[in-house]
């Protein structure tokens, strides 16, 4: 009888070790799936693609770099300014791919690692709308697998996109960005500016009045003043070298043209300035993930209320995240943008 015993349970010792193996062997597979470039026209370049552009002006080409493999979640990421760069998303290294969840970096056309044309024609919003789906047909994107994330001016992108072309859309996240300029720069004026120190506001207003952007005071005074507080809650000497290598790459042309010269607000004859789809929103019918954070440059009630105001909408609150919440308050971010991701990807959100 005992040695029966004894059987049984030298015999469950074994099923457990091979159970053990076996989820072992396919935590590997999956993870080796992920990682294989093996069968990718762009393992050669690690992922990087120079993808061709076809504009009214000639074609110029944008940079693209895919990490790991998923059939069905593919996320591609629209930086702001305009005229930022990919850079900004480096973090995004650090979650994931733990998550087996691929991503592609990408330059927008005028930004440091793509072309840049001098032409300010080039900078409108139909233009890089139409940017977007060549660069989605060219990298195989489609409603099956294709999520669009955008920040900032990216969120205005990716508004844009989705509006002219939702059916290729399977998600869509809209981070730290309201549907109207006019409503952003309201509560930049009325309700961030306020809360600066009433000589740092003065002395802002007489710069802005003077339209003297280029003072170097003007950006020192935003810098330690208003940034620190709402593009990222960090102090300076500690903001990650991702983002400071962004800032030293961004071009200031296409910035200036379409944003203005400061966060604080767009300002001058920027042709962002009039910007907005608020009354178009309940057209889309996409499952879509709004962010939005306490002590960002961009109003967080009035991104929950896009969230209630497209048919299928889901709000994230990132409440000690800033305009960069990806890195202030980057737990919440991570954990929220991750769920969204999978919640589609499994049909249950």
Known sequence: MKNIIYSFIILAFLLQGCDSIEKKSNTKN?????????????????????????????????????????????????????????????????YFPNEGIEYIYYDQLGSYYSDQPKDTSLWTTERFVEEVEQVRKALNLDKDNFYLFGQSW????????ALK?????????????????????KYAQEILGPQLKPEILAELQEIEAAKDYTNPRYEELLTYNYYTE?????????????????????????????????????????????????SELSKLNIPTLVIGSQYDTMDPKHMEWMSKEVKNGRFLYCPNGSHLSQYDDQKTFFKGLIQFVKDVDKGTF
């Not at 026209?41 to 993808?51: L, P």
């Not at 072309?165 to 720069?185: F, H, W």
């Open 165 to 185: 072309y939702q059916e290729n859309l399977k998600g869509l996240i809209i981070s730290n960005m309201m549907s109207n300029t006019a409503d952003y720069n």
């Open 230 to 278: 709402h593009l990222l809650r960090m102090p300076v000497e500690k903001w990650p070298e991702a983002i400071n290598r962004t800032f030293k790459h961004i071009n200031p042309e296409v910035y200036i043209y379409m944003q203005g010269y400061s966060e604080f607000g767009i300002t001058g004859n920027a042709t962002l300035l009039n910007w907005s789809v608020k």
């Open 154 to 161: 990216g969120g205005i992108l990716a508004m844009e996109y």
């Open 30 to 94: 999956t993870t080796n799936s992920y990682l294989d470039y093996s069968k990718r026209d762009d393992q050669f370049t690690g992922g990087i693609k120079m993808i061709p552009i076809s504009t009214t002006k000639g074609e110029f080409k944008v940079w693209t770099k895919r990490v790991g493999n998923n059939p069905t979640i593919k996320v591609l990421l629209l930086h702001g300014g305009p005229g930022v760069t990919h850079e900004i998303y480096e973090c995004f290294d650090g």
